[in-house]
Structures are given as structure tokens and as C-alpha cells.
């Protein structure tokens, strides 16, 4: 059995990872879509140094707490999507679409097959 403190740990801080990886990602094409492909290379490296800080921790507490290898990466991946809709909604002005829902209830399904007993 996986701690409880351990799994909230770890998806707290893929949280908080995924908040930086998703700026560095796409943040750019909002903040220095006027500025040459390098000047964004460059800041999008800067940012996901503190991602990587924040990242790798988490992946050794879930580890560490008995999180299988693809256990902790369809986490990693719902807390990304989790993170992504409000990003692109919110920061990015994108349009609510339905494809979010459906790809939302493939995480469930794909949490389900991977935590299976």
C-alpha cells in the first residue's frame, strides 16, 4: 500500500512541476511570439531548470513510496492535463472544447488500467 502523504506529495509537486514545464512549453507563444525562436529557447530553458528542481523530487517520493515506474507517469500525464486546461482557458484564451472531456475520461480509464490490482 502506498502511503497516503507520499501520493500526495508527489502529485502536489507534479503539480507545481507541471505549472513551470507548461510556461516554459507554451508560455512563449504568448510572451515573445514578436522575439526571435533563441530569446524563447533561452527564457523556456530558464524556466524549466525550476521544473526539473521540482520534478525529479517528486518522482523519487513516489518512487521511494512504491509508485511503479508507469504508475508514476500516467500521474505525471493527468496532472499535465490537469494543469493544461486551465493554462490554454485561462492564459491563452483557447476555447473550451469538448476533445478536453474526451481526453479527460481516457486519463480515467488509463489511471483505472494502471492501478489495477
Request: aromatic content about 18%; some cysteine.
Given at each position: 500500500?502506498i502511503?497516503?502523504?507520499?501520493l500526495?506529495?508527489?502529485?502536489?509537486?507534479?503539480?507545481?512541476?507541471?505549472l513551470f514545464?507548461t510556461f516554459a512549453?507554451?508560455g512563449?507563444l504568448k510572451?515573445?511570439a514578436?522575439?526571435?525562436?533563441?530569446v524563447a529557447?533561452i527564457?523556456?530553458w530558464?524556466?524549466?531548470f525550476?521544473?526539473?528542481?521540482?520534478?525529479?523530487?517528486?518522482?523519487?517520493?513516489?518512487f521511494?513510496a512504491g509508485?511503479?515506474l508507469?504508475?508514476l507517469k500516467?500521474v505525471?500525464?493527468?496532472v499535465?492535463l490537469?494543469?493544461?486546461?486551465?493554462?490554454a482557458l485561462?492564459?491563452?484564451?483557447?476555447?473550451l472544447?469538448?476533445n478536453?472531456?474526451?481526453?479527460?475520461?481516457?486519463?480515467v480509464?488509463a489511471?483505472?488500467?494502471?492501478?489495477?490490482g
Amino acid at each position: 500500500m502506498i502511503p497516503v502523504h507520499a501520493l500526495v506529495a508527489t502529485v502536489l509537486l507534479l503539480a507545481a512541476s507541471n505549472l513551470f514545464m507548461t510556461f516554459a512549453w507554451y508560455g512563449h507563444l504568448k510572451n515573445y511570439a514578436a522575439s526571435p525562436w533563441y530569446v524563447a529557447a533561452i527564457v523556456s530553458w530558464g524556466i524549466a531548470f525550476f521544473e526539473y528542481l521540482i520534478q525529479v523530487p517528486a518522482n523519487r517520493i513516489g518512487f521511494r513510496a512504491g509508485l511503479t515506474l508507469g504508475q508514476l507517469k500516467i500521474v505525471q500525464e493527468v496532472v499535465t492535463l490537469t494543469v493544461f486546461v486551465p493554462f490554454a482557458l485561462f492564459y491563452m484564451d483557447q476555447p473550451l472544447r469538448l476533445n478536453y472531456v474526451w481526453a479527460g475520461l481516457c486519463m480515467v480509464g488509463a489511471v483505472y488500467f494502471m492501478f489495477k490490482g
